[in-house]
């Protein structure tokens, strides 16, 4: 059981960390480091990774991953251009205009929910409030507003709080409509576009992924409200083909759903996370850059090469997998077929005999496949083998010379 209590959809209350968690999250970020938030973004891609007790930490104690990356000499190139930044401000501004009365009319086009959205039955309700845990109650209290009126309600923006591996994570949604019939339903504003009624899968997948986490946070302050229900559908707004128009396109993320509940579920706790490590330990940028560096050291990291699409500090981790010559830096589908065999060169000794538990099945598959090799090296050498030899009796000439060890070990890391 966590010690930590969820959202209580009665009162909107976020989840909250203890005293003694909050200081010492506040001691690893290092002396007047504000906690950087937690967004939906972050947070599938953490639930995508739910091995890496890095990435859990880091963003547990709202570490700045990409400064940390700076200061470690291994920078990000993740990021959105400015550009890109203020056209999709722009566009969201203008799928918004008029109270919403675009939003809500696709909403109804699309999804239903109850009557046709008139000006009268339209309403905005006022979100702001000082600091994320006061604009997480007063969206509480617009839902439950909302649950009561006959009409359409459109939050914009509103903040959402999900515990994640024991520390709250705040969201904030692009928009939340609230229907006549009672349906909630997350819209997600994106400025990639519809051409012709379909967008890029690719980013329609990581759409979804994020949606998926505002849609959990969601389902909590629902159990508290009579006839709520969240859709596990949710309305994607993009510009229609090259234009700026909007338009848009309800996705099922029910498999979305089902993935990041579970993932979350698998992450250790933060604060087990924290028991674990050196006393004394911090995680500022500002620190040297070699002290630095021992220090998230210390944390545990589990990399896969798709890392570098989804964390900032994928460089520094794959640089220290392959200085420690992990099998992890050749994917996770070479690390889940090798078992417990966790370095390249435990891989090249069992494949050559020299280590290994001959029962383990990765090993036997290892050294088979060494056998079924160097007998189709030594089938291509041999005389008569189709390549012609060399005068003096030698090799065949252009035939491929087995690798030794230290080689094969240089090209794993290479690849």
Known sequence: MSEYPSNDPRTGAPPSAPAGLRRRLAELRGPGTAPRPLDARALAALAANPGCDRRALLDGAGIDKNALATALGAPSDAGQSQFAFMRGNAFEARVKADGGAELLRLTHALLGGGPEPTPASRHVPDLAAQGPEARTRRTAEALREAAGREGWTLLDHPMLALDVAGSPAYLEPDAVVVAPDGTWTVVEIKSFPMIDGAADPAKVGAAARQSAVYVLALEGLAEGVPAARVRDRVLLVCPRDFSNLPTAAPVDIRKQLSVTRRQLARLTRVADLLAALPEGTVLDPALPAEE????????????????????????????????????????????????????????????????????????????????????????????????????????????????????????????
């Open 292 to 415: 630095l560096r021992a220090a998230v050291a210390a944390v545990p990291a589990t990399y896969a090469p798709e890392c570098l699409s989804a964390c900032e500090l994928a460089f520094h981790c794959r640089a220290s997998a392959r200085s420690g010559d992990e099998v992890t830096a050749l994917g996770r589908a070479v690390r889940g077929e090798l078992g417990g065999l966790a370095t390249v060169g435990a891989v090249l000794a069992a494949a050559h005999g020299e280590a290994g538990d001959p029962a383990d099945p990765a090993v036997a598959a290892l050294r088979r496949a060494h056998r079924l090799r160097g007998e189709a090296l030594a089938r291509h050498e041999a005389p008569g083998g189709g390549t012609g030899a060399a005068a003096g009796g030698g090799a065949p000439v252009g035939a491929p010379r087995a690798r030794t060890a230290p080689e094969d070990a240089r090209a794993g890391e290479a690849a």
